[in-house]
């Protein structure tokens, strides 16, 4: 059967990232035919930051609301492929409770964002997330602003992501797209690098946002071509998706921001939909 014919029966059949950086490495630049859709990580921690604006000191009442697990649910029935979360050390959005009934109901896989700090691993290792993906956490900070330097904390990191590992949770590390940090994260023994988008989103001139776009697409390959799946986030929005997709290997997307804000205006199921549907048909 001609591999376009096949893929065209299988559209969701997963994408390969080794595979496709040997073709990268051979000069294969255009299979269309091996086009797929990215997968979507809907991150909810602005849902609870809503509820806690009102019901910090009570969460668990049955007036707190909204609920990140409704959320949740939505956001599976629209085609998310997986909730994401961040526990952060002053609870600010997302409790310990949040976590719980997230990890028992949820339908697709529970990716816990977490800082590498005693407290929230022991809370981890009982969790059982299916991925964890570890962040630098700054309290003052009003989002997560930069990736983890796997350089400076290769000492306290090597024992988590071997912790982790052995309890059956697949580990991330979320970095900057800088290729000594690509290798630090595949000498640490990591499955996944979620590389921060930020600075690509941020970016006020064309000339930067080129520049961080070249930044992304070396270090997708990189991390690829080191067999690491390749995730990406971080400030990722309906605009410029379009230049996310110019990345390639890319198997997952985590979006928090723009599609909660979304959902405020047309349900978080439209929102949810939309999007994917602007990941649809992703080059590789
Ligand atoms: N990925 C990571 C590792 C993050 O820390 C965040 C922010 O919590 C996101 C993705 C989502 O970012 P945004 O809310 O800007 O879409």
């Known amino acids: 059967m001609a591999a376009q014919v096949w893929v065209a029966r299988f559209p969701d059949f997963p994408f390969r990232p080794l595979a496709l950086s040997r073709l990268h490495s051979a000069g294969v630049h255009s299979y269309w035919c091996l086009m797929g859709t990215l997968r979507l990580g809907v991150n909810l921690d602005h849902v609870a930051t809503l509820r806690q604006a009102r019901y910090a000191a009570m969460p668990a009442s049955k007036n707190a609301e909204p609920d990140p697990l409704v959320a949740a649910s939505l956001c599976e029935r629209a085609g998310a492929s997986g909730i994401t979360a961040h526990l952060r050390a002053d609870r600010r959005h997302m409790q310990d409770r949040d976590l719980e009934r997230l990890r028992a109901n949820i339908m697709t896989k529970l990716n816990l964002e977490m800082g590498n700090t005693p407290e929230i691993i022991d809370f981890a290792l009982l969790l059982q997330p299916d991925e964890v993906c570890l962040v630098p956490e700054q309290r003052e900070e009003i989002t997560t602003e930069g990736g983890l330097d796997l350089l400076r904390h290769e000492r306290e990191l090597r024992p988590t992501v071997k912790r982790l590992n052995a309890a059956g949770i697949r580990v991330s590390l979320f970095i900057d797209p800088a290729p000594d940090q690509v290798e630090m994260a595949k000498q640490l023994e990591a499955d996944i ?92």
């Open 193 to 284: 690098v979620e590389l921060h988008t930020g600075a690509l989103a941020n970016a006020f001139t064309e000339k930067v946002e080129q520049q961080e776009l070249e930044r992304l697409r070396a270090a997708a390959i990189g991390a690829a071509n080191f067999g690491l799946q390749v995730n990406a986030g971080h400030g990722i929005n309906y605009r410029n998706i379009s230049l996310i997709r110019q990345i390639p290997h890319l198997v997952e997307l985590n979006i928090g921001h723009s599609i909660i804000s979304r959902a405020i205006f047309v349900g978080i199921e439209t929102a949810v939909s939309e999007m994917l549907a602007l990941m649809k048909n992703y080059p590789g």
